[in-house]
């Protein structure tokens, strides 16, 4: 983006009217006027004035003062509670209401002394006619004699994805007025910010307004738009140490004129991930949501079960499974027939149950699970259709016999299809299996268009570690040949006591020739270090994955025509998977990125019946971040998201011309205005 994209401009402003010159040049560069015909309008509002002015100083601190705004035409107020906040927050929230042409903001709270405040607008303020928003909108004064005027930038991304994060909150904290965090960190729990900024949608923000003091800097996602930290809600992000915008290195700013938006190379880098909040074992909630099956959910996940009682069911036939990896969700099935099961199930469990204190301790809490059947709009209409065929039956002398109902043994089993070696056959079941007569199922081949007798193969049924209603249909599977496979009926009971009846299924072999390989050869000088190595789509959704990964080579096979990118995930406990950090222990997520080759491209297309080859030096790929590296990869993926925009732009008008021949489009250009401007300022704010 530094060169070709955006033209670096030298003048004597300060960034603030750098930031405040083009969004007005982006805005005013064009006539204003309402437009009685012709193109659609896409310029946002204007602002024509501010009272009190923009960067006042002194500002008054009580009797709720009011700050109006005024725009060039009538707004409308947007996601005001998403959109709108204050650095630094006040309790009491300010209002922002129309009036004419503008905006009434009443401020509520009572101010704090020499304070420099900053109302934040986000993208609520949009034009009243098509919704144009007026975007990073702020107004700024202090209560002091002073503004405060330094900046720093940054950069906030998943740590598993490793991709941006956008419209995360920014919390500094100055690091004198918290405490320094030595085994564990409470900071953003027990204290307030004195400044908030909050990154755009490509997870950079650009924080102002600050002090030049060391701050405490944290990021977090305000899932529930409440302005609180919301452990396993929230996504976070903290770095170590404290940071001084006045011994920050120099950075570049400028206005991004396709995103609408100010943006900046990052100063800071924050890895975002989901913490885990103290969870009490407790059992939440219990349900019978069917006859044979009850539900139960615990508060937190490795609950310790010493017993599971019921009055009038054995404990042989009441099967736990567990739904999740923590075991935090338990579905109980009943092996007995329903005439058998009362409507409500009375019984028991003991535990280890958290007391008010939080020690664990073993109680015992009663269960009662009740259900009853529910009829179906469809069910309902089914049986009164049978009462009149019956009564009708009665009333005429004849003789009626119920239809015979189909088989409620429910499962999900394609019946065709082709079967990708590398994930077989999958059939889902709607209740687990207390029989199943393995032995009977075959599975038979033969060459497609052959005449010949048709082959027994092996076939392999496995149940799913984790879902004790999957069962995975493995076996040789060979290119080219057409199989049968064969469930006789009774072969399957499940706890209802309903069985099967004959399943029959025709499938063929996936052409490996419609697919692509991929082949990773690894090296790294860390023997000891085991990786993770995961195939994904352009989105980051993963297909494929390598676990206990070391130096050698590896493949991936049946991989989808498309765009792929290569995750690697560094496993420092070698457990097989990527493991979360944990703010208040001060421990960061195990380390994750995207492979990238030696032109900086991380998306690659892959084509049927092709092999690709990537050598991945793990000691590269995991060497220390810096925050030119860091900058270095966005320029990359600003590059390829770019490219990919005129690609997308040229295709388009090409099917333009093709449909009217007078209408050529007017191309994707990225030079003069459509471009980025850019301009790089000091710690102090000054260009240089």
Not at 77 to 93: G, H, L, N
Not at 158 to 167: H, N, Q, T, W
Not at 360 to 378: A, C, G, I, P
């Amino acid at each position: 983006m530094k060169q070709g994209i955006a033209d670096r401009i030298s003048t004597a402003a300060t960034a603030v009217v750098l930031l405040l010159f083009v969004a007005a040049l982006f805005t005013k560069c064009a006539s204003t006027m309402t437009p009685t015909g012709g193109p659609k309008d896409t310029l946002p509002p204007v602002i024509v004035a501010m009272t009190p002015d923009n960067f006042s100083t002194e500002f008054p601190r009580v009797n709720h003062p009011k700050i109006y705004v005024e725009f060039d035409e009538y707004v409308q107020i947007k996601d005001q509670q998403k959109e709108f906040f204050t650095s630094p927050a006040m309790k009491k929230k300010p209002t922002l209401t129309r009036r004419g042409k503008g905006v009434v903001i009443t401020l509520k709270d009572t101010l704090q002394e020499n304070t420099t405040y900053a109302l934040n607008f986000g993208s609520s303020i949009q034009d009243n006619n098509e919704g144009n928003p007026l975007h990073s909108m702020r107004y700024v004064f202090s209560t002091g004699t002073e503004i405060d005027s330094m900046y720093m930038s940054g950069y906030t991304a998943d740590s598993y994805k490793a991709d941006s994060v956008g419209k995360t909150f920014i919390w500094f904290f100055i690091a004198d007025s918290v405490p320094e965090p030595s085994q564990w960190d409470s900071t953003m729990f027990n204290h307030k910010p004195a400044v908030i900024a909050r990154a755009e949608n490509n997870g950079i923000f650009i924080a102002q307004n600050l002090k030049p003091v060391p701050y405490r800097v944290y990021a977090f996602e305000d899932t529930n738009n409440n302005m609180e930290y919301e452990p396993s809600v929230d996504r976070i992000g903290f770095i170590e140490g404290t940071y001084n915008p006045a011994e920050m290195p120099e950075f570049s700013i400028w206005f991004d004129s396709l995103r609408h938006y100010p943006s900046a190379d990052p100063q800071l880098y924050f890895r975002m991930f989901t913490d885990r909040k103290f969870a009490r074992h407790t059992l939440t909630q219990s349900e019978r949501p069917n006859r044979h099956q009850a539900m139960l959910y615990f508060g937190a996940p490795q609950p310790q079960i010493v017993s599971i009682d019921f009055d009038s069911i054995p404990r042989d036939r009441v099967i736990i499974d567990p739904q999740s990896r923590g075991r935090d969700t338990l579905a109980l099935w009943f092996d007995m027939p329903g005439d058998e099961l009362p409507d409500t199930i009375k019984g028991s469990i003991t535990y280890m149950k958290h007391d008010s204190i939080n020690n664990l301790v073993e109680t015992t809490d009663m269960l009662r699970l009740s259900w009853r059947k529910v009829e179906t709009k469809e069910e309902e209409k089914e049986r009164e259709r049978l009462e009149k065929e019956r009564e009708k039956a009665l009333k005429a002398g004849e003789e009626w016999i119920e239809p015979e109902q189909p088989n409620p043994f429910a499962y999900k089993l394609a019946a065709k299809g082709e079967v990708n070696p590398l994930k077989n056959l999958d059939m889902t079941l709607d209740y687990p299996l207390v029989e199943f007569d393995s032995l009977s199922v075959t599975l038979t081949s033969k060459r497609t268009g052959g005449e010949e007798t048709p082959r027994n193969r092996t076939v392999r049924l496995l149940r799913d570690t984790l879902n004790s209603r999957l069962w995975h249909i493995e076996s040789d599977w060979t290119v080219g040949d057409e199989y049968t496979l064969t469930i006789p009926s009774g072969a399957m009971r499940n706890v209802a006591g309903e069985s099967n009846d004959s399943i029959i299924g025709q499938y063929t072999v996936a052409d490996p020739d419609k697919y692509a390989t991929v082949k990773i050869n690894v090296r790294t000088s860390k023997p000891d270090m085991r990786y993770i190595v995961q195939l994904t789509n352009s989105s980051g959704s993963v297909q494929q994955q390598l676990r206990d990964v070391t130096a050698g080579t590896y493949e991936f096979k049946y991989v989808a025509v498309g765009e792929v990118m290569v995750r690697v995930i560094e496993d420092a406990n070698a457990n097989g998977e990527w493991d979360t950090g944990d703010m208040v222990l001060m421990r960061q997520p195990e380390r994750t990125e995207i492979y990238k080759n030696s032109n900086g491209e991380e998306v690659f297309t892959t084509k049927a019946n092709w092999e690709f080859e990537f050598d991945i030096d793990m000691d590269d790929v995991f060497k220390p971040v810096t925050m030119q590296s860091v900058i270095d990869m966005l320029e990359d993926r600003e590059q390829a998201r770019l490219k990919k925009l005129a690609e997308e732009q040229a295709k388009k008008n090409k099917e333009n011309e093709k449909k009217d021949d007078h209408n050529h489009g007017s191309g994707f250009g990225f030079g003069g205005m459509s471009g980025s401007m850019r301009a790089g300022i000091n710690a102090t704010g000054q260009q240089r």
